[in-house]
């Protein structure tokens, strides 16, 4: 089978990681995949870049979507259907279409030629703008709503009643199948103007080759932390500046433990260059999955109290390693910890109940310590490997061909 790929990028976000992954691990079967992206990390040869958002013409086209207040159709990105990857495509796999690289008109024409899985990663394609809607209800023209313009992606003015009526235009024109990465987020897109999609939940696979256990004094001594704390770890971009991650409410704990000798807190992705204080170590973003596994390993529990979010891969890598996970009860996150087995399930936003779940973990005995960490590693073995996620796909892949080449089939 043939794959064609399309994300905003190809080795960097949650998104692109799993399509990534989906791409090598396909190949690993024998099919034929290659990615058309708006920002190329990687040096795979089958990655091609679409419209390049890095390029001069990129940053006007950004600030153009921005200041018009519309990321759907000031550009184009029709001439995807002229190249030879499309051509030779069985089945078109979309992930994040939005970031300024991809025409969703674009999505029209594609689904007249090929059958099309489009995965939601984020809310942004049943809000008429922003990833994700937070507490934003259901508008009546099945939308959600947006808390307010600067929510990624950003528009400068109030323009939502067109990119409403442009996208139900384009969806009503468009054959597509839904996957979501939760339950959650499918609840979300069945009460949307998309609930007569078709739709599957497939979650999120993570490599546990590369994602394990690895003996926490090993793992401390590799990397250089300390062997008489206990070590919290937080893992988010830009680090207590980045607000849909909880990093206040991380900062807010951090900053009443400072008192605490026998903590010690890893920030990894944080602000700025590598840096150490008292009992906090800030690590700017790492690459290598190797090394990021020795850190989950390294630590005591993982404080993640992200207030939006679907199928977090860094949940499921920190349980592979025997790492278990203190989050808010958002978003897909609860489908992913078995509360009180492999983490802490808090209530949203609730700073105290988040304090009582690390407190929890931290408070654990060894033979609790012991079982949490197998729980984890089981659960991300029995439910989100790899090998899951990618026989899922593929098999829905087949399902959408066969109809899409059916006799019957209504274009």
Known sequence: ????????????????????????????????????????????????????VQSFTGKIRRKLAYYLANDIDVFSSDHILKTEEFKKADVIHCHNLHSNYFNLGTLEKISRFKPVVWTFHDMWPITAHCAHAFDGKLKESGFFTCPNLDIYPPIAWHNEKYLEKRRKQIYEKSNFHIVTPSKWLGDKVGLSILKDKPLTVIYNGIDTEVFKPIPQAKARLDIGLPLNKKIVLTVAKRGKFNLWKGGGYAQEIINSSRDRSDLYFVNLGGNGNDHLQTNIKTVSYVKDETLLAKYYSAANVLLYPSIADNCPLVVLEAQACGLPVIAFNTGGIPELIEHQKTGFIADYKNLDDLKTGLNFILNLNDIQIKNFREDSVKNIADNFSKELMVNSYIQLYQKEVSAFNSPDMSQ
């Open 1 to 52: 089978m043939n794959v064609l790929q399309i994300n905003t990028t190809d080795a960097r976000g949650g998104a692109a990681k799993v399509a990534y992954l989906l791409k090598i691990e396909s190949e690993k079967r024998g099919h034929t995949t290659s990615m058309f992206v708006g920002r190329k990390y990687s040096d795979n040869e089958k990655v091609y870049l679409l419209n390049d």
